[in-house]
DNA sequence: TTGAAAGCGGTACCAT
DNA sequence: ATGGTACCGCTTTCAA
């Protein structure tokens, strides 16, 4: 309480116990070889002087500072945010932490944030999708950790990856829709070239669309993301305006299927019999909405629990240099009323 | 490429452009003063050796480590992630970075993040709500460093306050509620001890309906949080069987706003002609429903970048101890088309 | 503007 | 089971 204005160290502690800082240092590890008293003793000092150990101090001593680093495109996006969840869930109690950043969707970002975060000396990097600058794919090669790619299957991947084919899993939709006996398709967003992922179902649904001899033409842009909402309710305004007779539109996420949707029922256009709406993500939206609304599911947990055993995995195998790990997952259309 | 399988430290980069690593040091900073010529040919030694700058040694010689830890209960709400992206945007350039965990809504978890954190030494600490366990709170008091509480008023904060009265803020929807002429009003959420602030909306709700004389008795428990779509569509159908005259019903948030409201378009029941709906938190989602949900808008983002202009003013102001800033925030209400 | 030396607070390694 | 000692890679401080 008085004067002792300098946070205590290990020898401050090690003194008051009598003993070496060393063994204050074992008495702080689990497994380590401290007699049950003295752990006890040396316990009770550090309690006393209110002593925090030093990661810090630890980490440069150990060259391991328990940090594996995540970067996500947006924080406020619930299928990120369910990766992000399955990754700590499966890191809880492995020592490891989580380093987030999010780079708003843009490579340059994601450059900027990856330099600083090899600064940290993570012992593993986690990036989301497979498109980088030069530069920063450079400094991952580089890096002498493991890196992960993740929501996608990038041709040329730096690392390790646990992703799936957005072009595939967007035919899925496609097939959906000509099974339901739509045949005039048109598709909202993925028209940047900031999101990648969006890019590649716009890409995949071309392609099945054109694979069937059907109308291609019917995209409608919707600006650089986040896509909300407001930009599928725009997107699907649209998309009415100039294509009236559009059968079933697939959007590039469940955030834009519910605003295209919505702007349907604002104007009365009855969702599936009028148009038909489909989505991606499997978000909790699309379930509770009224008509529920058919989507893709891409487990996005699933994604940062495989992605996070990678990871143990690789650092509890210091011999795994030369491996490659490579997930893949499956996406699966759930269909509901919207279609 | 070959052989060197060692990470180049500034020695090495000293020696590569024949100078100190003290100069080195310096060149790697923005305002130091190093010879323009000499800085140059360090940069480039630098690079040549892809020499990335070591912050866990510099962390513990400067004793400054450029971390913010921010606690907030769960990654996958919009309104935290909202305040998250005040505070980053805030920080951004400011050399701080958030070290980000989240509790789960558990003030147990919490205890253990924040213990894990501080031996991270971070430079602020952010949380969310002002309920903590006894020992966190001692934790956080003799941690040395600035402490920010969110989203809340709590009675005796530890530090610093940016947030506002949850009570205060529910009662504004029971003024709204009546103004429109509805008087049997009922309240979803807010049940359990681990969301404190949905048991302030809660209290508020119900204080602001005794003093009215009105019936206090239309409470629906909704379990422990998150608190999703799914518990406010089952909450709102028990308030129904239990209470059918009910005229409005206000929902912890948005999200079991929207579940609520669902429920509704399922039964065929109008909203707001056979009940209305207010929820909480201004979510996107809110404002896009059909109908748009009326809802109380607390500056989630807003109370991000105050928390980080707390934090930036006052570690600026080294002499600014025994100081306490608080910042009060005015939640209103947006009324809608569900009231 | 640049350099030399002394730590920062731990842990690895080798003894005992 | 415990202790001694040499660092880990940078920054602080003082000198030139």
Redesign the interface.
């Known amino acids: 309480m008085a004067g002792n204005n300098k ?1 205590p160290t290990m020898l401050d502690v090690a003194r008051l116990a009598n003993v070496s800082s060393m063994t204050v240092s074992r008495a702080f590890k689990r497994d380590a070889s401290v007699g049950k008293e003295t752990r006890e003793r040396i316990l009770k000092a550090a309690d006393e002087l ?1 002593y ?6 630890a ?2 001593s150990s060259r391991k ?1 328990g940090f594996v680093a995540v970067t996500i495109p947006s ?2 996006n ?1 299928n990120f ?2 990766t ?2 399955g990754m ?1 869930q499966r890191l809880r109690g492995s020592g490891l ?4 950043g ?1 780079t708003d969707y843009s490579v340059d970002e994601e450059e900027r944030l990856i ?2 975060f ?4 993570p012992e593993a990097i986690v990036v989301t999708g497979g498109t980088h600058t030069d530069r920063c794919r450079k ?1 991952l090669e ?1 890096s ?1 950790v493991p890196v992960v790619e993740t929501w996608d299957l990038p041709a040329k991947p730096i690392g390790h990856v646990v992703g799936f084919s957005n072009a595939e899993a967007a035919k899925l939709m496609v097939d959906h829709f000509v099974e339901r006996g739509y045949t005039r398709l048109g598709f909202i967003g993925g028209d940047t070239s900031r999101d990648t992922r969006g890019l590649d179902r716009r890409r995949g649904f071309l392609e099945a669309v054109k694979a069937r001899g059907l109308d291609s033409s019917r995209l409608i842009a919707s600006g650089p993301p986040p896509i ?3 930009e599928g ?1 725009a997107s699907m305004r649209e998309m009415i305006a100039r294509w009236p007779d559009t059968q079933a539109v697939m959007c590039v996420s469940d955030l834009s299927a ?2 295209a949707l ?1 702007e349907c ?2 104007k009365g256009i009855r969702v599936p019999e009028d148009i038909a709406i489909g989505g991606f993500g499997a978000y ?2 699309a ?4 008509p529920a609304i058919t989507t893709i599911d891409a487990s996005a947990k699933a994604i940062g629990t495989h992605a996070a055993d990678t990871v143990l995995s690789l650092l509890s195998n210091p011999e795994s240099t030369d491996v490659r790990m490579v997930t893949r997952i499956t996406p699966k259309i759930i269909a509901r009323q919207t279609t």
Chains 1, 2 share one sequence.
Do not use: C, K, P
């Open positions: 946070t209110g925090v150990l030093d990661s810090t101090a980490n440069l500072t924080i406020n619930a945010a369910d992000l969840r700590s932490e989580i380093l987030l999010y330099e600083q090899l600064r940290r000396r400094l580089h002498g909300t909402m407001r309710a519910f605003g919505t029922q604002r909790d939206l379930e509770h909405a009224v």
